[in-house]
């Protein structure tokens, strides 16, 4: 099945450190989200994209919509130890109703 | 307002078995979405539903199936069970109103098949 290509795959980090991940598709998405998920649990949004250039900022978290539509970054700041978890980027086209096509993850742990 | 719920949440079948997972929505949500998630494949989209009618299906073998209810409760049959068969089976629901992408799942079935 379709994947998209995240990087890095898996980050260990100091507490305080900031954190970046990215996202790259050879297919252009008209919305990006960026997804985190813990241990036992569903996925949860974190953010949602959608406008080319478009920035976003929820607490100590930042993503983008690259311009070509076809990759997304996202930032952590000052990380703490509960923002430990997989990390996943995700896309939707524009005829796709509500089917995601997920990134491959990126796991974050962090020490205190 | 409670969350998505899904059960079973753990079970385990045997090869050429059959399984059905239920999925309740958010209250008011219209849309439901099933996922399958491996440590080899990640997260793959299985199918849509909206009003009881499917709208989108991922590319996964005719033995997954599924259905939407009137109250939009959705279940996910999966017949003659195989090994490969074996992940996490998350669903999703949104308003369905405006297709933002924007899903909340629920903590998932984890089928294991023997």
């Known amino acids: 099945g379709q994947q998209l290509n995240q990087s890095p795959q898996s980050m260990f980090i100091q507490e305080g450190e900031d954190v970046s991940m990215n996202c790259t598709s050879s297919s252009i998405f008209n919305t990006w989200l960026w997804y985190k998920q813990e241990p036992g649990e569903g996925p949860v949004l974190l953010i949602a994209l959608y406008k080319a250039g478009e920035l976003t900022s929820n607490g100590r978290l930042t993503a983008q919509f690259g311009i070509t539509r076809k990759d997304s970054f996202l930032n952590i700041s000052a990380s703490i130890p509960s923002d430990v978890g997989i990390y996943f980027c995700?896309?939707?086209?524009?005829?796709?109703?509500?089917?995601?096509?997920f990134g491959t993850g990126t796991r974050l742990l962090v020490s205190p | 307002k409670a969350g998505v719920t899904q059960t079973p949440r753990y079970l385990i079948k045997t090869r050429g078995q059959q399984v059905t997972l239920s999925c309740s929505p958010i209250s008011g949500h219209r849309s439901v979405s099933w996922y399958q998630q491996t440590p080899g494949q990640g997260l793959q989209f299985l199918f849509e539903?909206?009003?009881?009618?499917?709208?989108n299906k991922g590319n996964f073998p005719g033995r997954f199936s599924g259905r939407q209810f009137s109250n939009s409760r959705s279940e996910m049959n999966v017949s003659t069970l195989e090994l490969g068969d074996s992940a996490l089976y998350l669903c999703a629901s949104s308003p369905g109103q405006g297709n933002t992408g924007e899903l909340f799942f629920g903590e998932g079935s984890r089928l294991t098949v023997l």
């Open positions: 995700a896309g939707r086209m524009n005829t796709g109703f509500q089917k995601l096509v």
């Open positions: 539903y909206f009003s009881e009618t499917q709208r």
